[in-house]
């Protein structure tokens, strides 16, 4: 498994799928699946902001987990988002129940991912959702991946703020000497 993490606009969903459609894995978007599996009045929630609880985003990724073959390499990405999902996962990977590979900690900064952002031209993508995201990264991304790295887990920073050709050949070359 190949947890790809880091702050909206910094790439890392473009380049999990490039590494997964190039490697031929399976890529698994928590964010994708959401969107297709969530229903009724937890959609209607969800599409006005609230987030799920750490057991429904576990119990969703226990089974797309179910439907992949976890045994071989896949690329994850947009989990985990908490500590208590975090947690979840390592103990996943302590117990020989999935393998990781690596996290890749897609990284860049503020004003590349705002201009990135802005760019896409999406509804939501303003100044103050930009510097909200931004601001949830620091808060909980970050710890997240303090939270690896001390349970013994690989952390790999990639510098996102590179033309997306060479952050490919970084995230190749970073896999490659795991």
């Known amino acids: 498994m190949i947890i790809f ?15 997964a ?8 978007s928590t964010g994708e699946f959401l969107r297709m599996l969530v229903s009724g ?20 990724v226990r089974k797309i ?20 999902q975090a947690d979840w996962l390592i103990n996943q990977v302590k117990h020989g129940q999935l393998k990781l590979t690596a996290v890749l900690n897609v990284k860049a900064s503020e004003e590349v991912v705002r201009e990135r952002l802005l760019a896409r031209g999406r509804q939501d993508d303003h100044d103050g ?13 970050l710890p997240l991946l303090k939270h690896f790295r001390d349970a013994g887990l690989r952390v790999i920073d990639i510098d ?3 033309e997306p050709e060479a952050v490919h050949l970084a995230i190749k070359e970073a896999i490659r000497t795991v």
Do not use: C, H
Not at 11 to 18: A, F, V
Not at 21 to 28: I, Q, V
Not at 44 to 53: A, Q, V, Y
Not at 129 to 141: C, G, N, S
């Open 5 to 19: 993490m880091g702050v909206a606009g910094a790439g890392k969903s473009m380049q999990g799928k490039l590494l």
């Open 21 to 28: 459609d190039e490697m031929g894995l399976p890529w698994l």
């Open 41 to 60: 009045q937890v959609r209607k929630d969800m599409r006005n902001g609230k987030l799920l609880d750490d057991q429904q985003i576990i119990g969703l």
């Open 65 to 84: 987990f179910n439907i992949v073959d976890t045994d071989n390499e896949f690329v994850l990405d947009g989990f985990p988002r908490t500590e208590a």
């Open 129 to 141: 959702a930009i510097a909200k995201r931004f601001k949830e990264y620091q808060e909980t991304t």
């Open 160 to 162: 996102g703020e590179q």
